[in-house]
């Protein structure tokens, strides 16, 4: 405990100039800190040497190093950072180049105005975190870092004695908590533009996980690893059951014998209105499901927008324009680079493309020759079942009773990896057993595709939303029978049921208890598990997705939403608004009549007793003037107070104490007297 506390004992008792010095290397470090997870690891070991560099400079009281010294070590850097970057331009060396001069300014601070510099950079620098990561915990860390560059600033402020370091703190929070209702006024009611809240559009977002437009054995099952989310939901009502949330995708026709990739078809219909034979494919019955979507920002170039299959109409977009393909599936005209909001109402009961003979028949039926012979002949083979829909149940009996197994980690597949799976491995992820059955079901002269989306999604009872993560993705198969149309089949439902009922969780085998993954499904528990560290994930939860809803995606469209509904509000108030109003008039009124009638030369009193109580000598409530003048003065004697100042303040209070308690004279020049004096205590 000693060996503990001797540091700190230390740290106390350095003189003001070394201490407001440690503060501000301190304060600077936290602001610093957040960018070693994107800077070249030498420029962040660099910035290391350097602050350790000067705080062991002002630890031991050595001397700044030498121009000399600093210039050529900066020339270096910046050589340095545009080698790395193959430039000196942009995001990425901009701030590079800047932590790099924020480290390199501490080693030059020799005057007042140094050491503002580096503050108002560190200020700058604080803003250049949100280019990397815009999370609610990065906010709160740089509101800590905020803090702290206002406790430095205002510790070089000080001319005489300087309140503790705690005290400092509690007035920086004071000033900050101050401008906090202004800041948020103007940030929810100041005009905004369209785009994202931080840097160019996809600059915090380019490495997001996402679906493909190909699906190959292994693809689902390496998204399906991520816990990151897609989008989250929220229903007008209670949300459908779990076994209704498919939501749409890519739709998989070309097979090459080893990759499912989309159909090669012709331009797509113009964006902003589905086109009438769209509308005339679509047969549905009941009451639409309305829902809102709140789309992460997509893998660089990707323009897929999810719904729950099937919907009835093109989603309104802010700032892009929705389309629709004859396969049904949706896309915005630009890539979705920022978080997107758009309304749905989706048919969970539909037929799709019932009469006729769907367009391109061949193409749902097309299958390589060469590849694949075992599955190629027993698709042959179950056309002797005259009946289309005897075929589809033939193929998942034989999913249920033969033993395959669902699993993240199958085996590796050959150059026949449909024969592979059906009569080798018989282990796979989603991906394999739509696959295999898409296939199954061309040879045997059904028209199948593949279609790829997310199933399922995790209710949040706090907030109501539904957060569909990368570990939904899922893939199953469209069969077109006569009368029916396209029918949605899925055939991993046929092996591992809980994956459609309850999520991935329940449909894999439980993994070690020790390592990564284990801990990652400690992680996904339900509310029976263990309740309390349910509710602690869906606070969690909630409180992320209210930063995303209210602060990271507060576009203009719900910036003028929010006014209409505060319009409305003070309409629909506006006799208990008016009736505050007036309160405060008169409050107001009643302060400003209190403050009129104070003395002049009361306050100026009060002034120097405040001026003096900063320097370490409050007044008691029971001193008088002529006893607090000795108290000064005694101070003076002790070196604790300047001896111009001790003067300047006792000669105040002897004019003050004759003004209040000897008989009233003609005092014309006191206050200007007073006034003067009261310049001179600093």
């Not at 078809?265 to 086109?275: E, L, N």
């Not at 898409?438 to 790829?452: D, E, I, K, S, Y």
């Not at 077109?480 to 029918?487: N, S, T």
């Not at 719900?558 to 109003?581: E, F, H, K, T």
Request: proline share 8%; glycine share 8%; aromatic share 10%.
């Amino acid at each position: 405990m000693k060996a503990l506390l001797s540091p700190l004992s230390r740290l106390a008792a350095l003189p003001r100039d070394k201490a407001d010095t440690l503060l501000l290397l301190a304060s600077a470090l936290l602001v610093l800190a957040p960018h070693t997870a994107h800077l070249p690891g030498w420029v962040s070991l660099l910035c290391g040497l350097t602050l350790l560099w000067r705080a062991t400079i002002t630890l031991q009281g050595k001397r700044m190093p030498s121009p000399v010294l600093l210039l050529p070590l900066a020339g270096l850097a910046m050589v340095g950072v545009s080698y790395t970057y193959q430039t000196l331009l942009g995001r990425d060396a901009g701030v590079a180049m800047l932590v790099l001069l924020v480290a390199f300014k501490m080693l030059e601070m020799h005057a007042r105005r140094d050491l503002f510099v580096v503050v108002f950079l560190c200020f700058f620098l604080v803003l250049t975190n949100f280019f990397y990561e815009q999370g609610i915990g990065t906010a709160l860390l740089m509101a800590l870092s905020v803090l702290a560059l206002l406790t430095a600033q205002m510790s070089f402020q000080f001319s005489g004695a300087v309140p503790p370091l705690r005290r400092r703190f509690l007035m920086s929070a004071r000033i900050l908590g101050l401008a906090a209702p202004l800041a948020a006024a103007l940030f929810f009611l100041f005009p905004r533009l369209d785009g994202p809240l931080w840097g160019m559009p996809g600059d915090a977002d380019s490495a997001r996980s996402g679906l493909s437009e190909t699906m190959a054995p292994g693809t689902m099952a390496h998204l399906a690893r991520s816990g990151e989310t897609a989008f989250r939901v929220r229903f007008d009502g209670p949300p459908p059951p779990q076994e209704q949330l498919y939501w749409r995708g890519p739709v998989l026709a070309d097979y090459d014998g080893r990759t499912w990739t989309r159909v090669k078809a012709a331009a797509g219909p113009a964006p902003g209105s589905a086109p009438t034979q769209f509308r005339l494919a679509l047969s549905v019955s009941g009451k639409p499901v309305g829902y809102e979507v709140t789309l992460e920002p997509q893998p660089s170039g990707s323009r897929w927008l999810f719904a729950l299959e099937m919907p009835r109409r093109l989603p309104g977009l802010d700032g892009n324009l929705a389309q629709v393909s004859g396969e049904f599936e949706l896309t915005a005209a630009f890539p979705v680079e920022a978080r997107l909001r758009y309304r749905m109402d989706s048919f969970l009961s539909y037929r799709l493309q019932a009469p006729g003979v769907p367009g391109d028949a061949g193409q749902w039926l097309q299958l390589p020759g060469d590849s694949n012979p075992r599955a190629l002949m027993a698709g042959l083979a179950l056309r002797a079942e005259p009946d289309p829909r005897k075929r589809v149940v033939a193929v998942l009996n034989s999913f249920r009773r033969e033993h395959y197994v669902y699993t993240l980690n199958p085996p590796l597949l050959g150059r026949h990896a449909v024969d592979d799976f059906l009569y080798g491995s018989r282990a796979g992820f989603c991906e394999h057993f739509a696959g295999s059955f898409v296939f199954l079901m061309r040879a045997a002269g059904v028209p199948a595709r593949v279609v790829t989306g997310y199933q399922g999604g995790d209710l949040n009872p706090i907030d109501g939303y539904v957060t569909v993560r990368q570990s939904d993705a899922h893939a199953w198969a469209e069969v077109w029978l006569a009368g029916r149309g396209w029918v949605r089949v899925d055939p991993t439902a046929a092996v591992a049921p809980e994956r459609v009922r309850r999520g991935l969780d329940e449909a894999i085998p439980p993994p070690a208890p020790f390592g990564l993954e284990g801990l990652g499904r400690l992680m996904r528990f339900d509310a029976d598990s263990n309740p309390w560290l349910a509710q602690m994930r869906y606070a969690a939860g909630a409180l992320n997705n209210g930063w995303n809803q209210w602060v990271l995606n507060y576009s203009p469209q719900r910036q003028r939403a929010l006014a209409d509904s505060l319009q409305s509000s003070l309409l629909d108030w506006r006799l208990p608004v008016a009736l505050v109003a007036v309160a405060t008039l008169l409050f107001l009124l009643r302060t400003l009549r209190r403050r009129q009638e104070i003395d002049p030369i009361d306050a100026l009193y009060s002034a120097l007793c405040a001026r003096l109580a900063r320097m370490g000598l409050a007044r008691s409530a029971d001193e008088s003037p002529s006893v607090y003048a000795a108290r000064i003065a005694a101070a003076a004697a002790t070196k604790q107070l300047a001896p111009p100042v001790a003067a300047a303040a006792a000669e105040f209070l002897a004019r003050y104490g004759a003004w209040r308690y000897a008989p009233r004279r003609n005092h014309d020049h006191l206050a200007a007297t007073l006034k003067r004096l009261l310049s001179q205590v600093r």
